[in-house]
């Protein structure tokens, strides 16, 4: 499994590159635009080819769920503290049917401990980042965790099968694929590595 997390702030042609990411593969987008207001989330994903909608995850406004066919619903690591002690009062008005709950941690013990059900869940940093400077790496193993855990932190091609070695079910990338020179080229290179490592 393949995460790809939106660039924080836009880069020239990024809905014409995601839409190649998405015709070459893509599953997971998680979309992640801190400083876009709730029209201009709409506007975005108005750009995108409806086709793709089912694979973007969208981590604010999550009553987006409601007005767009997205795959699910992403906590980032203060909104799930905020509100997933009482996880029925938070999903009452959100259509989540078929939809996926991932959310962030940042220590695997946090995570370990973590009674709600995500499917899925981002672990950072594994590696020192690409895209965040001084962020360094921190190598978990989580190979004793029974949870499916996506590593992020660092990945690129190189990374990746150090990443599986740690007990990761999955990467999460964002600087591996938008710092690059040719984002799409940079993803079809990842993806090449990851399909033959997990074969």
């Known amino acids: 499994m393949i995460v790809l997390i939106a660039p924080e702030h836009d880069i020239p042609n990024e809905i014409e590159i995601l839409n190649q990411l998405f015709q070459e593969g893509l599953q997971y987008y998680h979309f992640r635009k801190p400083n876009k207001n709730y029209?201009?989330?709409c506007a975005y994903l108005n750009q995108i080819d409806k086709q793709y909608h089912n694979r973007i995850v969208v981590h604010y406004f999550h009553e987006l769920i409601?007005?767009?066919?997205?795959?699910g619903i992403h906590f980032q690591e203060q909104k799930r503290i905020d509100h997933i002690d009482n996880p029925g009062q938070y999903f009452k008005n959100?259509?989540?049917?078929g939809k996926s709950i991932s959310s962030s941690f940042h220590e695997p013990k946090t995570l370990e401990d973590c009674e709600f059900e995500f499917d899925y869940h981002l672990l950072s940093p594994v590696f020192s980042s690409i895209s965040k400077v001084g962020y360094e790496g921190r190598g978990f193993d989580v190979n004793h965790i029974d949870k499916f855990i996506i590593g992020m932190?660092?990945?690129?091609a190189d990374t990746i099968i150090e990443t599986f070695k740690l007990g990761f079910k999955g990467v999460g990338v964002l600087g591996g694929i938008w710092n690059s020179n040719n984002p799409v080229k940079s993803f079809i290179e990842l993806k090449t590595v990851y399909d033959t490592t997990i074969i």
């Open 39 to 41: 029209e201009e989330h």
């Open 66 to 71: 409601n007005e767009f066919d997205l795959k």
């Open 94 to 97: 959100l259509n989540m049917f």
């Open 153 to 156: 932190g660092g990945i690129n």
